[in-house]
């Protein structure tokens, strides 16, 4: 067991290191980025506006027509706020330095394009299972838009695996640890609860999961910022040094903690974006399912809230964890992931600041494990149909359980392994087709936005205006084919 953890801990090194993912990821961000005029300037503004504007805690119920904009959005959300948010940027600190922030944020602003571009190829190539369901995410368009099915099959195998069971089994390790830590509970009956909230939603589908997103992701990210917020106003004189802290840290990461963690610029780097990365999701594959079944007017706006999901993960919830830690001074080179940020918690609120983490941890892990089947669930659809969703449920529950009392760290290496494989089938479909991409925000923009309809308009049912788009952009790119084949 552990000659194969060594192996794989190894092949995450050269997959998550800097001559593979990193800058395959960061160079699609770059990439989009540019081709998209910075569409994550320029249009943040109406993105914020369209998710929030009709913000509603109950909003029409989900089903075989899709969710609504927010619900797809706090899918989403669900999924990418997880540990990352909470114990993934305490691992950045201690390894990369404080410095590794700036680099999580580089990481987001140009990933926010990434996802943008993913969003919207979800849209565009969503189509109805043989129910009627409104279905889509990478499979779809790597099978339909580069007509390449065998990558479809692999991206889907990596991803049911890598979310569906692997995936789920960190983040119910990683509730029942902390509940374990900070309130003494044993961690089999952890795994109990956990399989049975898990069941109850997954029975109730796309419904369920849809009403349970869009109620509990508000109320999840509120209740950990505000607490971090009170923790960070108790400590405002720190506040300006902790920013010191990262820009320094960023190209000086022994400077910035007087040689405390010995960290490199190519380690800040190296731990900053990867971690961001593994956070925010940009270019995985995954948040595509949530937004491919969002019922919008126009593709880009579901992409326009992608970019705002991505803003609440990096640069609201993630940030609030790493300011925490950065301003009580926890940092001593020796502690990492969970336990330094409870650490933080703890010298800001008391005794009762690692039963706060404990149970926002278990809150933004639990809306992982949801988001995650959601996706894994679709991928299963996509390869079998609908008879082995029920054995599917069946199985996520006991890898939910088995994560929840298993303290294994070749799970956690196998996770970060198939998170990691299956980037490079879906970065392979979302370049091949960015000019796609680009078509459809020029329509948004300059068709669309001209009619002057409302923003938040009362219908939410697919419009006849979006159907012509799409066959619009794929005459448009059949004829470029042939331009080029005759060239």
Excluded at 130 to 140: E, L, N, R
Excluded at 382 to 407: D, Q, T
């Amino acid at each position: 067991m552990d000659e194969l953890t060594a192996i794989v801990r190894d092949i995450n090194s050269i997959l998550w290191g800097p001559w593979c993912l990193i800058p395959i990821l960061v160079g699609a961000g770059i990439f989009f980025t540019f081709k998209l005029r910075f569409v994550q300037i320029r249009q943040f503004g109406r993105a914020f506006r369209h998710v929030f504007g009709g913000f509603s805690l109950k909003g029409e119920k989900a089903g075989s027509h899709g969710m609504t904009s927010f619900q797809s959005l706090a899918t989403a959300v669900a999924a990418q706020v997880g540990t990352g948010n909470l114990a993934g940027v305490a691992t950045a600190i201690a390894m990369g330095g404080p410095g590794a922030i700036f680099w999580m944020w580089l990481a987001a602003f140009f990933g926010m394009s990434t996802i943008f571009a993913e969003a919207v190829l979800g849209q565009l190539y969503r189509t109805k299972d043989p129910q009627g369901h409104i279905t889509g995410g990478p499979a779809y368009y790597i099978s339909k838009g580069l007509g390449f099915k065998p990558l479809a099959t692999i991206f889907s195998v990596l991803i049911i695996i890598a979310l569906g069971f692997i995936g789920n089994m960190v983040q119910a390790n990683s509730i029942s640890t902390a509940f374990q830590s900070a309130f003494n509970i044993p961690t089999w009956v952890s795994g109990l609860f956990i399989i049975t909230l898990a069941g109850f939603i997954f029975i109730g589908g796309i419904k369920r999961i849809a009403g349970f997103a869009e109620k509990m992701v508000p109320l999840m990210a509120s209740v950990y910022v505000l607490g971090s917020v009170y923790i960070i106003l108790s400590f405002y004189n720190m506040i300006i040094p902790a920013f010191e802290q990262i820009f320094i840290g960023a190209f000086n990461p022994t400077a910035a903690t007087g040689g405390v963690i010995g960290a490199s610029v190519k380690e800040a780097i190296r731990y900053g974006v990867a971690r961001g990365l593994f956070s925010n999701e940009a270019g995985m594959g995954s948040t595509p399912h949530a937004h491919a079944v969002a019922r919008v007017k126009h593709p880009a706006e579901q992409g326009l809230a992608a970019i705002i999901g991505l803003f609440i993960d990096t640069f609201v919830v993630l940030n609030a964890t790493a300011i925490v830690i950065l301003v009580t001074g926890v940092v001593d080179g020796h502690t990492t992931g969970i336990v330094l940020t409870q650490n933080a918690f703890i010298k800001g609120m008391g005794d009762a600041g690692s039963g706060f983490v404990a149970i926002c941890l278990f809150f933004a892990a639990f809306t992982t494990i949801v988001g995650w089947y959601f996706f894994a669930e679709q991928n299963v659809k996509y390869l079998f149909g609908y008879k082995p969703l029920n054995a599917f449920s069946v199985l996520v529950l006991a890898f939910l359980m088995m994560g929840s009392f298993l303290k294994v760290d070749l799970v956690w290496e196998l996770a970060d392994m198939f998170n990691g494989l299956m980037v490079i089938p879906n970065i392979i479909a979302v370049i091949g087709l960015y000019k796609l991409v680009g078509r459809a925000l020029q329509d948004y923009e300059d068709n669309f936005l001209q009619d002057k309809r409302p923003m938040f308009g009362p219908s939410e049912k697919l419009t006849n205006r979006f159907a012509s788009l799409q066959s619009a952009i794929r005459r448009t790119r059949r004829k470029a084919n042939q331009s080029d084949e005759k060239v």
